[in-house]
């Protein structure tokens, strides 16, 4: 490990602690789990957020007998990146099967030699599989593939149909996609209309959304070559400041990322519209229920997204090089990512699959997710996919967004300050985290 990795895992573990405290063998081997079949073996696991992977660890389990599955699933992904790198900056500690998010995945590519090279365990064999990008983003710049890829994250809108009625709004798939087709502003305008009326927020609160809005863009906070790309970025302002007009004139919610008062804002009409990549519709079902809805609480999913298509997220499974088990670890992480499995994750938590038989097979379904009012978010997502293509994320570009410009926009969701202060403020952050 060289001396600037060293330091950036340094640094990665001391902001993410600080976050987490402010936030509270191939195909051929997986039917053996790897190995010989009479060997007994147990293979950790960490993921993160919502994967839906419970049932097919089960169904691993009972084809491959001589396989036991430990599962640690973490909250967040912020946290398991602090989970990671601080078990990275120790030596030791990481699961046989470890979940890497997008938004990280720049900072895992410093360190990429602390995980198999998994062309050594058959993935070139599946390269196809795989929507080109993402395979791509897997392979480090000495070519070794370090992941295998889970899901992607076209976006669409999540909104409460009951919502948009109470305002007059048209709440039907169709129309609220007509509604919402076009730019920011004209979504900003929408929500301008939708808080004149109801007196209530338009969306949870503008973390997320900022974040949708960078995603789009060609280049975020990095450019395609590695290099920082915040400050004296007129594009990267100027939707920063659509954003910040919008949320000074109230429609934002405040809502503490990742903390929805217990579910309870999603069930009671704290706001109307929700962005969401597809990893994010099992947030959403596991929000509206812990604060006691269901899918008659009337929240929907149109085919739609402002300013056209865009990817938040998607994640990888890699092997470390310290697992004791790399041949059974790879056999599972590979079978976890087949298209039949990545199916099968769909239905359990929503997520967008990445590779395109999976995908393909969705969108032909078109099968009605009953929570969402029998919208087919499957078909609706593959239709979102078109065009995406994922922005390059540079080493610190998480913690950019969630320990620089996601206090700044706290602060303005809470009224502390106005958008060039909260501006003023995320550069200030960057200098002192980032550099």
Request: net charge negative.
């Amino acid at each position: 490990m060289n001396t600037h990795a060293q330091r950036r895992i340094t640094t990665a573990v001391a902001v993410a602690s600080v976050s987490a405290l402010a936030l509270a063998g191939c195909a051929a081997n997986a039917e053996t789990g790897g190995g010989d079949a009479d060997e007994k073996v147990t293979l950790t696991v960490t993921t993160f957020g919502t994967f839906g992977y419970e049932d097919l660890y089960e169904q691993y389990e009972e084809e491959n007998p001589n396989v036991t599955i430990e599962a640690t699933n973490i909250d967040t992904g912020g946290n398991a990146r602090t989970d990671a790198f601080t078990k990275i900056a120790a030596g030791s500690g990481l699961s046989d099967v470890v979940a890497i998010e997008e938004g990280w995945l720049g900072a895992i590519m410093d360190v990429s030699d602390t995980f198999v090279d998994l062309r050594d365990y058959g993935i070139e064999d599946r390269k196809d599989d795989w929507v080109d990008w993402k395979y791509a983003q897997g392979t480090d710049a000495e070519g070794r593939v370090i992941g295998y890829g889970t899901d992607i994250g076209p976006s669409g809108i999540c909104y409460n149909g009951a919502a948009f009625e109470a305002a007059g709004l048209p709440s039907d798939r169709e129309s609220v996609a007509e509604l919402l087709t076009g730019d920011w502003e004209n979504y900003f305008a929408v929500g301008a209309d939708y808080t004149a009326k109801t007196g209530k927020a338009w969306y949870d609160h503008s973390g997320f959304v900022w974040n949708s809005m960078v995603n789009q863009l060609d280049e975020g906070y990095y450019t395609a070559d590695g290099e920082l790309n915040v400050e004296g970025n007129a594009e990267l302002k100027e939707r920063f400041e659509l954003l910040g007009a919008a949320t000074e004139g109230g429609q934002s919610a405040a809502q503490a990322a990742w903390d929805w008062n217990g579910g309870k804002s999603f069930v009671d009409g704290t706001f109307a519209t929700f962005v969401c990549p597809g990893w994010m519709l099992g947030v959403v079902q596991g929000q509206v229920e812990a604060g006691g809805g269901d899918a008659t609480t009337g929240w929907d999913f149109a085919d739609v997204f402002p300013g056209g298509a865009a990817n938040w997220g998607g994640a990888f499974l890699s092997v470390p090089e310290s697992s004791e088990n790399k041949e059974a670890a790879a056999a599972l992480a590979d079978w976890l990512t087949q298209p039949e499995q990545q199916v099968k994750q769909s239905e359990a938590a929503g997520n967008f699959p990445s590779t395109t038989g999976a995908q393909e097979e969705l969108a032909a379904a078109a099968t009605p997710n009953e929570f969402f009012n029998d919208a087919p978010t499957g078909a609706i997502l593959a239709e979102r996919a078109k065009g995406v293509v994922a922005q390059f994320k540079g080493a610190d570009d998480s913690v950019i967004q969630e320990n620089v410009f996601g206090p700044a926009l706290s602060s303005l969701d809470r009224g502390e300050t106005d958008t060039k202060g909260a501006w003023d403020q995320a550069l200030q952050l960057l200098n002192d985290l980032v550099g």
